[in-house]
Each structure stands twice: as structure tokens, then as C-alpha cells.
């Protein structure tokens, strides 16, 4: 039966192999059931409500993914997203979560229309090569820097934004010593490398005290109370409303387009040409998440970067995401033990994916500065301004740009020249307002 569901012989890969890729990926974007309370209780969402949502809406959109598309990637409420949703929208304007809530679910269904006729596959697969390339190779310098982050290697600082971190610190030094780890044990072949650094690190942090362990296993979650489907529609007309609905729209857009790209650049699913074969599917699996997470109690769902970790491990088929959904159930029940994992124990995986996918770059023409300069820009943009979307929409513009500037204006594609328009009116109107 599931090889007939997932086509593993056809991908080259194995339950044992599917089912430890989903671990690998819950486990470096676990942080997401507790992040994600505490930004949206910022808007005054009960965060035991939000919590559950989280979870549910993670494990349906990655179901989703996983028995419909059989694609190896997992979903949850995206970090910036949830951000602009607490702070840019009912902080800034003023609105109720409830309203937020009603833009979010109305955001979904227009995502799920625009995934069903097509379009969403259509322009992901005219994006130019180089971008494509750039994007892989953005997504991966963005994911060390979320390693570096979260292992305390890399820190702000208010002269030069960011500076190495306290590495004499045994918190930093024991991430550092599982990097170099994982490096080691994925040069050797060795199976499960990610995941044997994973838990070692976590291991070492809970016996020699740098991070508390689990108190216990067991917990029983709460129902929502407050939160499923607590709808209101009454200002969505408004002008305001209607630009937040296409902000949320065209950033999950972009943010899933960037990571489709990448991670299914990785996993070998982008064939010669560019092409991502059944990323309709994908995308369709990417809307329904964020329309159950709305109608839950969550805001934009969208897929993960952490996929690669999954990917990487060698997950190749849909069982991985059915794998990592399956543990978003279960870790409504063994809370204690999974927010027991120390982010310095999942930063080495991090890092270390990020450097394998800087392998596409070989691809980019560096001598041509019409392609070099956007497949830069795209891959730069990603990990200063922390945002894919970000980074996938100046390599677009600036493409173009480039391209008709020095008279090659014939090899823009059609759909290029509706984008570009398009994101410079979004980023010079419609994300200021």
C-alpha cells in the first residue's frame, strides 16, 4: 500500500528512510508551536488556543502534502507572517484578532483558487534559471544564518548589526562541536547523521545542565475555546482590509514560491528546464493549511525551509511530511519532551543543510552580469532582509530590469513582464501601506 501511495522504489528511498526524514524535519521546526503563541497572544489571542491551532493546522496542511501531492515538505504558520499579523495588523491598525483572522481565511481561499486553475505553478515555473539557482543557494546562506542565530554563534549588535557570538560559552562551543559533527558523520554516509547530532547534542545540553530536560512526557492538550472560528468579516471591505488581504497574499505567495524552488531543487524534483512537475499540488496543499489554520485559530500557513533538513536525511516522497504530521498530533501530548530540545541542538543541522545547498550556484553564468547580478541579488536579499519573499522579488525585478537595459528586453518571458510591474507597485504601495 505505500508503495503504491508514495512511489518509494520510484524515488529511490525506503519507509525506514521516509520516517526518519520526518523526524529530522519536526524536529528543527518544532520551535513553531510555542513561537508562534507568543507572538500572536502580542495580538491577544489566548496562546493555549493558539498552541493546539498551531499544531493542527501543521499536521493538516502537512498531511495534505504529503498523502496529496507526495512531496517530502512539511507546513506550519510561517515566522514573519505571524509577526506582521499581530504587530502590522491588529497592533498597527488597530483591528480586532478576530478581523485578522477573517483576512487570513479569505487570503486562503483566494490562494486555493489561484493554485486549482494553475496559475501558481505557471509562474513558478517561468522564473528564470538563475534565479532559481540563486534561490536554492539564498535559502540555504538563510538557514545557516537561523543556525548561527539560534546557536548563539551569530548576535546582534547595534554598530555593525550582527558579530560572532560568546563561543567560550558552553552553549555556543557544544552547537559549534555539533556542526562539526554532523559535517563529519554526512562526509562518512553515515544514515541518520542529522538526526544522531540532533539528539546527541540535546543529550549532552540535558545531562550536563545547559538546558533543562523534560519534566515529563505526558500532557494532555486543551480544546480551543476562543479561537475556532471566531470570524469577523465586518471590516474586510474596507480599504485598509483589502490591501492587508493582498499582503497576505502575495507574501505567502512569494515566501512558498521561494521555498518550493529551493527545497525542490534539492530533493531533484526542478527538472533541466526549470520545471517543477505537480507543484500545483503543492501549492493546493499550502492553501488549505492556511484556511484550516485561520478557521482554527492561526495565521498564515505557508511551507517550511526546515523541509530541507528532511530532505537532506533522504526523504523523497510524501511519507516524510506524513511522518512529521503524524508528530504534530503527538506532540500536543509529549510537549514537555519535544520544547525540551535546545535550539543549539538543532542549529548544527541547519547550518549544515545551508551549505549543501549552495551547490546550485555552480550553475549561474558568473561572466554574464545580466544573470549573474539577479541570481546574486536573489540569494543575498534572502538572508539580510530574513525574508525568501524578499529576496525572490528583487531577482525578478531586477532581471527584467537588467534585461531590457541592455537590450535583451526579447528574453523576459510573458509572465515576467506581468510580475515585475506588479511586486514594484507591491513593495512601493501596497507592503508600505
Partial sequence: MLERLFRLEERRTTVATELRAGLVTFLTMA??????????SKAGMPAADVVLATALASAVATLVMGLYANFPFALAPGMGLNAFFAF?????????????????????????????????????????????????????????????ENAGL??????????????????????????????ALLALEVRGGLLVTILGVAAVAWVTGLAPAPESLLSLPQLPRETLAAFDFGELLSGTMVTVVLAFLFVDLLDTAGTLLGVGQLAGFVDEEGRFPGSERAFVADAVGTTV???????????????????????????TAVATAALFLLALFFTPVFTAVPAAATAPALVVVGAMMMRGVGGVDWRRLDEAVPAFLTLTVMPFTYSIANGLAIGVVSWVAIKVLTGKAREVGALMWVLAPVLVVYYAFLRAA
Avoid: C, H, M
Fill in 154 to 183: 551569530v548576535v546582534a549588535d547595534p554598530a555593525t548589526l550582527v558579530r560572532l557570538g560568546e563561543v567560550r560559552e558552553p552553549l555556543p562551543a557544544l552547537a559549534l562541536a555539533g556542526l562539526l559533527a554532523a559535517a
Fill in 293 to 319: 489554520g485561520a478557521l482554527l485559530g492561526t495565521s498564515t500557513v505557508t511551507t517550511y525551509v526546515e523541509s530541507a533538513t528532511g530532505v537532506e536525511e533522504g526523504g523523497r516522497t510524501g511519507l
Fill in 88 to 148: 502590522g495588523v491588529v497592533v498597527g491598525l488597530g483591528v480586532s484578532w478576530q478581523v485578522a483572522l477573517a483576512a487570513v481565511f479569505v487570503e486562503g481561499l483566494l490562494f486555493l483558487a489561484l493554485s486549482l486553475t494553475g496559475l501558481r505553478s505557471a509562474l513558478l515555473d517561468a522564473i528564470p534559471r538563475p534565479i532559481k539557482l540563486g534561490t536554492t543557494a539564498g535559502i540555504g546562506l538563510f538557514l545557516a544564518l537561523i543556525g548561527f
Fill in 31 to 40: 520551535y513553531i508551536l510555542f513561537v508562534n503563541a507568543d507572538i500572536l
